[in-house]
């Protein structure tokens, strides 16, 4: 592979997660919801229960920026914190009514924020390029998963 495609690959990459994560957080501020919850308050929805390092694991950011984002949506009240009957350190995650009211206009700020981003793109050009970025995302998580190890 030739480095220089591959640092221009990444490069986009970068890019276009920072200008998705920009847009987002303008469009949730009128909701009270903060840079980059909307990441928490999405899983959270979409898996009730979920515990914080289930949280932490898939979003792939860790449990101290978790906890701390998490209180701040408890305190907002999108999100209630219930002790675990299976395990007493766990605290499982749910959303509230004020998430479940909301979710549905979050959720379609989403779906066309991807949508314009795919704008000009054929169908197929989408699916190879889902099958193309689930192999990076799958390489990428190989070498995320040997130096979150090697870090611990």
């Not at 276009?16 to 949730?28: K, T």
């Not at 009128?30 to 229960?49: D, M, S």
């Not at 206009?105 to 795919?118: G, K, P, R, V, Y």
């Not at 889902?130 to 990428?140: D, E, G, P, Q």
Request: aromatic share 8%; proline share 1%.
């Amino acid at each position: 592979m030739d480095k220089s495609i591959a640092r221009k690959i990444n490069r986009e990459i970068m890019t276009i997660s920072r200008c998705i994560s920009y847009i987002r957080n303008i469009q949730f501020k009128k909701y009270n919801v903060g840079r980059g919850q909307h990441a928490f308050l999405t899983r959270i929805y979409e898996n009730p229960g979920i515990n914080q390092e289930e949280l932490s694991y898939m979003l792939k950011i860790d449990k101290t920026t978790v906890a701390k984002s998490l209180k701040r949506l408890e305190e907002n009240d999108f999100i209630k914190k219930v002790k675990s009957q299976e395990d007493n350190r766990q605290w499982l995650l749910y959303p509230t009514e004020k998430l479940i009211s909301i979710y549905g206009t979050l959720e379609s700020m989403i779906t066309s924020t991807c949508i314009d981003a795919l704008e000009g793109i054929t169908e197929e050009e989408c699916s190879t390029l889902l099958t193309l970025l689930t192999k990076v995302r799958f390489n990428v998580n190989e070498n995320w998963e040997k130096v979150k190890a090697e870090n611990k």
